[in-house]
């Protein structure tokens, strides 16, 4: 077998992939690629992805960081974890170090802006800083789990028992969210390293968080260098390289729907078990026991601003559409109104009565990324489209459908949405159980979607949220926090020196 090194490719040249298919390198691919680079050929589409040399070397060196430091864990305490979380938690709290942090972010944010980019995420809030603290604090606080027992089998002689591991290196690949940092970290607690790579909006912002408070926090702490590491390449490349090694054991990603399914994609490849959550949005159905101000304030209360588990699509009982639709449009209007904007919703054909004629005709200010836009509040979108996901920035953006029944709704959830999170709205307790029962989704309540986050709901800070798009996950919750990355390992103890088979 010879063993050679790509140096080069062809316009027109053949890449075969997934056995029986092939793709062809275009020039552009062509004259870009130079001797040194990575080419990686997505098995699932055919997509040929060029990762420069300089930013392989940098994604590697940082995996090797994380791979030695893991190797280290071993002999770290669980105080000195605490420690670290503590002191990390301490310097985000402290104004002075906190405000190069801010500096940073406000030159991110800025530059974001001018070249026309969403910064719904990325704006490091006071809100933001308070939730990485109080993260920081809830693993600090957090009983460690390592070498946890499991379970313990006794046999005549000899016992078995089933204890907690560290499972290893954790690549995490995020979009513009600062607080992202303090969530990852979690895998720490459970005697895990990771390797962050973040959006190229915010590295600015995670280059101050590291100088300043992360990698303070390690050495203060006694950890090893490279338990917590930052990629440091504005290069969306980096996260093909970063997913890629094989030294990785999960890979995290959280991001827009395309992104993360070809980051996820790049993963399973090399055999790297993942994590994602790439599409999200919310989905309220009104059931026949809804009442109309809890509806209001729900929809309300589930726009205060886009994240995955904001609401996107409201499902309106047909016999009660007169009734509820004001219900909805004024919780719509309310979110707005909280954020000094004009709402936007998109109406599926048999709704657009309910709604006020004048909607779909006059033109109003409605914030988007690159600023403000002239457009109607109510535009018609075809059935099939239920399930987009609305990624607005200051105009809270909803569409509306009609339904014959709770059961129809559940359907459509079931057919179109990414099978993420959703709420009946019901004071009727048989509805809300058949409709538990027949929804496939991992996050079903009765009230405001917003609730769908693992820090709020089960004071674990979260790794990520998984939808069930493609498929139920095995064996563990649509959370992924820190304290659910491990593996386990099997230990016997004989006190008969006779045994045997």
């Not at 793709?23 to 997509?47: C, K, R, S, Y």
């Not at 046999?155 to 995490?172: K, T």
């Not at 959370?479 to 230990?491: A, E, H, K, N």
Request: with cysteine; glycine share 10%.
């Amino acid at each position: 077998m010879v063993d050679s090194q790509l140096s080069a490719l062809e316009a027109g040249q053949i890449i075969p992939y997934g056995g029986d298919r092939y793709t062809i390198v275009d020039e552009a691919l062509a004259d870009d690629f130079h001797a040194g680079d990575h080419l990686i050929v997505v098995n699932q589409n055919g997509a040929l992805l060029r990762v420069p040399a300089q930013v392989q070397r940098i994604a590697a060196a940082a995996v090797e960081k994380a791979h030695a430091a893991f190797g280290a864990m071993g002999a770290v305490t669980d105080e000195s974890i605490s420690v670290f979380f503590d002191s990390f938690a301490r310097r985000l709290s402290d104004d002075a170090m906190f405000g190069h942090i801010a500096d940073a972010n406000a030159g991110d944010v800025a530059a974001a802006r001018e070249r026309g980019r969403s910064t719904t995420r990325l704006v490091l809030s006071d809100g933001m800083r308070r939730d990485m603290i109080e993260g920081l604090q809830l693993w600090r606080d957090t009983p460690s789990s390592r070498d946890r027992l499991l379970e313990r089998v006794e046999h005549s002689g000899w016992a078995v028992e089933q204890r907690s591991a560290g499972l290893g290196v954790v690549g995490f690949v995020f979009e513009g969210r600062p607080n992202v940092f303090a969530d990852a970290c979690g895998v720490l607690r459970t005697g895990n390293t990771v390797v962050f790579r973040i959006g190229s909006d915010a590295l600015g912002t995670a280059k101050a968080i590291v100088s300043h408070a992360l990698d303070p926090a390690l050495a203060e702490a006694g950890l090893p260098d490279g338990a917590a590491s930052l990629v440091p390449s504005r290069e969306r490349s980096a996260g093909w390289a970063l997913f890629s090694d094989r030294r990785l054991a999960l890979a995290v990603a959280r991001g827009s729907g395309a992104a993360v399914a070809q980051l996820g994609a790049v993963a399973q490849q090399v055999g790297t078990p993942v994590s994602l959550h790439g599409t999200g949005g919310a989905w309220i159905v009104t059931g026949h026991g809804c009442d109309g101000d809890r509806l209001q304030a729900v929809v309300a209360n589930s726009l205060d601003r886009k994240v995955c588990n904001t609401v996107n699509t409201v499902c309106v009982l047909g016999s009660r559409l007169d009734e509820l639709m004001p219900c909805v449009t004024a919780g719509l209007q309310e979110a707005a109104r909280r954020r000094s904007s004009n709402p936007k919703v998109h109406v599926v054909d048999g709704a657009q009565s309910a709604l006020p004629p004048e909607w779909f005709s006059e033109e109003v200010a409605i914030g988007r990324s690159g600023g403000d836009v002239q457009e109607t509040r109510a535009e018609m979108i075809e059935p099939h489209r239920l399930g987009h996901e609305w990624e607005w920035e200051e105009s809270p953006e909803i569409t509306v459908v009609a339904v014959d029944s709770v059961e129809a709704a559940v359907t459509l959830f079931n057919e179109q949405s990414p099978r993420f999170a959703v709420s009946l709205v019901s004071d009727d307790e048989a509805e809300q159980e058949g409709f538990y029962a027949m929804v496939d989704s991992p996050f079903v309540g009765d009230g405001f979607t917003r609730w769908v986050d693992g820090q709020y709901a089960l004071n674990q800070p979260e790794l990520g949220l998984s939808n069930w798009q493609f498929g139920r996950l095995f064996a563990r919750s649509g959370i992924l926090s820190g304290v659910s990355v491990f593996t386990v390992r099997t230990r016997a103890s004989q006190a008969d020196p006779d045994l045997r088979r």
